[in-house]
């Protein structure tokens, strides 16, 4: 039986990876500096070396701030041949760190693109990050994800890409999610609302049950700022153009959004994706 650990077993996505490896080929050990409750097909790691020593496939679900850190610590400890899997949403640090480890160690530096509230990793999308030899990376991270969808990019592109895909939504979900948490009369507010309104409030507050740290740690990626500084520079223009009476500017600005989106997008099938959802959401 193969020796599988998980670093950060405490975690929410630490939780997510012991329930899915126990109960299959692997015996999973978890170890968590804060917590040692990790079910009960996971045995208890007293310390993070004791952790790895035996290890044939190491995971850290660890703050990204604190991997770097970790990999050092453990590298040396691993036995030969063993796999390092790190599955941090900012990579550049991290590759650099996954590149220095000793040649006995395999490093797989992979990104989930789904939460721990998933039954399945069948069709979901989980981001690789070649360190030293891509091939065999991406083969080892299918077999343990089989059925998921790879994406293969380096870690300066995967970092240009999340600060859109993870960053812009979470700085804007959050400042939503502020403001609406400030309304005094909420009760009212959801009587009058309508379809748009219903579904950005379920995704600003799904967003919510993320612990601050993660959120702290998507919008700390240095790639958002530029995002970040069109997005303050665009919502400043439209907003003094509309106080200015430029109309026609900002039905300009609308329409060439509108026509870029189109290159790509069926905004139709949007909308009706969008009633699909409400209703759901009312169900």
Known sequence: MKQLTVI??????????????SGSEYQVTGYDSESNDFGKNVIVSESLVGAILK?????????TRRTPEVIRLIAKEMKRGTYLIEISSEKSKVVSSLSKMPDKINPICIHP?????IKTVKNQNIISVPIKDAKKELTVAKELFEGA?????????????????????????????????????SLLTEKMSGTTFRVQKVLAESI??????????????PEIRRVAEDLWK?????????????????IEYIKNCQERLS????????????????????N
């Open 8 to 21: 950060g077993a405490g975690g929410q996505m630490g939780q997510w990876f012991t329930n899915y490896f």
């Open 55 to 63: 290890a044939d496939y190491v995971i850290l679900c660890t703050p």
């Open 113 to 117: 693109m789904f939460g721990p509230g």
């Open 149 to 185: 969808n790879f994406v293969t990019i380096d870690a300066i592109e995967h970092d240009k890409k999340i600060a859109i895909i993870l960053g812009l939504t979470h700085l804007m979900n959050l400042v939503f999610a502020n403001i609406i948490s400030k309304d005094e009369k």
């Open 208 to 221: 919510m049950t993320e612990t601050p740290e993660l959120i702290e740690t998507i919008i700390a990626n």
């Open 234 to 250: 665009d919502v400043g223009r439209l907003l003094t153009s509309v106080q200015e009476s430029k109309t026609e500017e900002v």
């Open 263 to 282: 290159k790509h997008s069926d905004l139709n099938d949007s909308y009706k994706k969008l009633t699909k959802m409400a209703k759901t959401i009312e």
